[in-house]
């Protein structure tokens, strides 16, 4: 599905260049769950942008579909961005005091999706996501940070893209909250085939996926299949389980 070949990206020209990638070369199948991770500045972000179309690399080659996106014309990656490719960032943006549902009907909107379809996409999208009909008209500012970013999942969701790009996903959020976005994440690629890109600085994030390339300073230092990839939905029982025991503990005289 996607193929990159020597990838540079430079920042800025003479003196004040900066480049943030220096030959990056992998391919991913359709299906895959992949994580990339490095530590700050590593261009995890920088790569993200040109994998979802949204920057152009300055040397290299990046084919899509087996199509040199290069070639590409503006009405076909807008097609890419909007049909094929679905984001969810860390610093996503819901509309506030808007309904959930509405939140995620909106890129059917922009779409052009008739109107009939759009609600019930809508809602299966967020049923996909995790969340069920009590949430749908509930605001964006009323909802915590694992169902902001649920919502955010299922606007992701929405044009059924066939790649879901997730950069540092579960940045803001607590430990048990990050395993309920990863164990969403993890549901996509296992039962409905989405092939997933995860970037984070965390190890314990990217053990989830099945297969983790590492950068630092903009150079791939391995690309690893990860033949134990940890369960986030069997993570969070045991979260709850403990939750629950220490509330048993707090009750005993
Ligand atoms: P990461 O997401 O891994 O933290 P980034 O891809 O955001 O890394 O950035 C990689 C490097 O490129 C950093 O040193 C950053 O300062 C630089 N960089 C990123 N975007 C720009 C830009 N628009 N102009 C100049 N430098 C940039
Ligand atoms: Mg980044």
Do not use: W
């Not at 540092?168 to 959020?173: A, I, R, S």
């Amino acid at each position: 599905m996607i193929d990159i070949k020597n990838i540079t990206k430079t920042y800025g020209h003479g003196g004040d260049a900066y480049t943030a990638l220096h030959g990056v070369s992998f391919s991913i199948a359709e299906g895959e769950f992949v994580a990339i991770m490095g530590p700050s500045g590593s261009g995890k972000s920088t790569l993200m942008h040109i994998l979802g179309c949204l920057d152009t690399p300055s040397e290299g080659t990046y084919r899509l579909d087996g199509k040199d996106v290069s070639t590409m014309t503006d009405d076909e990656l807008a097609y890419v961005r909007k049909d094929k490719i679905g984001f969810v960032f860390q610093a996503f943006n819901l509309l506030p005091r808007t309904t959930v549902l509405r939140n995620v009907v909106l890129p059917l909107v922009y779409a052009n999706v008739p109107s009939e379809e759009r609600d019930a996409r809508a809602k299966e999208a967020l049923r996909s996501a995790g969340l069920d009909a009590s949430h749908f008209s509930h605001l964006s500012n009323q909802l915590s940070g694992g169902q902001i970013q649920r919502v955010a999942i299922a606007r992701a969701l929405v044009n059924e893209p066939v790649l879901i790009l997730a950069d540092e996903p579960t940045g803001n959020l607590d430990s048990k909250t990050s395993l309920v976005v990863l164990g969403t994440l993890q549901k996509l690629n296992r039962e409905h085939g989405r092939t997933i890109i995860l970037i984070t600085h965390e190890p314990d994030i990217a053990e989830h996926a099945n297969r983790i390339i590492r950068l630092r300073d903009g150079r791939i230092v391995s690309d690893e299949k990860n033949p134990a990839p940890r369960d986030a939905t069997r993570e969070t029982k045991l979260y709850d389980e403990r939750d629950t025991a220490a509330s048993l503990t707090n009750k005993l005289p």
